[in-house]
Structure formats: structure tokens, C-alpha cells
């Protein structure tokens, strides 16, 4: 009776093998939409193998919105390469969601 799945993590991205096992899911019968939650860190790296495998739907935990606040919660990590991917994540998919 499920249709709609979301994955997440941690960060699933992280993982061996989640781009064949999100693609796997999206050609399961009855499935109509699978989404994934990332913190955007690595989501650069894979948009467009994860839009091959048929995932539409992104959700983006994303620390803060402020460069300062970023870098102090994700322990020095650069928020360009997350906010690049976000941008392209917007042109590439059909929904994006910001948490």
C-alpha cells in the first residue's frame, strides 16, 4: 500500500550504492514519487545521476541561511557547494523543499 517514500540518513548520499537503490525504487510498481533528504553537501556531486535514477523531490536540511551561522553549525564547512547545488537542484527537479 505505499507509494510515496523519502529517504534520509543521516546522509544517504554518503552511502555505497543509493543511487542504484533509489533507482530501483522509482521502477518498483505502484511507487509514484521518491524523495530524499540531504544536507546538500554532496548533492553537487550526484543531482544528475540522482534525476537519472527518476528521483523529483529533494528535501534540504540545510543548517542556516547565513554564511556565519553555516560555518559555525556544520563545524567550518563551506556553504558555496550547497547553495550551488540548491540552485541547480531548482532547475533540475520538479519539487525542492528548504527545512
Known amino acids: 500500500g505505499f507509494t510515496d ?6 546522509e ?3 552511502r555505497p550504492g543509493i543511487l542504484g ?7 518498483t510498481d505502484g511507487v509514484r514519487r521518491v524523495a530524499i533528504t540531504t544536507n546538500g553537501h554532496l548533492l553537487g556531486k550526484h543531482l544528475e545521476d540522482l534525476a537519472a535514477a527518476g528521483v523529483r523531490s529533494l ?3 540545510v543548517d ?3 554564511r556565519e551561522r553555516f560555518v559555525e553549525m556544520s563545524r567550518g564547512g563551506d556553504p558555496e557547494p550547497v547553495w550551488d547545488a540548491m540552485r541547480r537542484a531548482v532547475r533540475c527537479t520538479t519539487e525542492v523543499e528548504v527545512a
Open 64 to 66: 542556516s541561511l547565513r
Open 12 to 14: 544517504p548520499l554518503v
Open 5 to 10: 517514500f523519502r529517504v534520509t540518513g543521516g
Open 21 to 27: 537503490f533509489l533507482g530501483d525504487l522509482v521502477k
Open 59 to 61: 528535501n534540504l536540511s
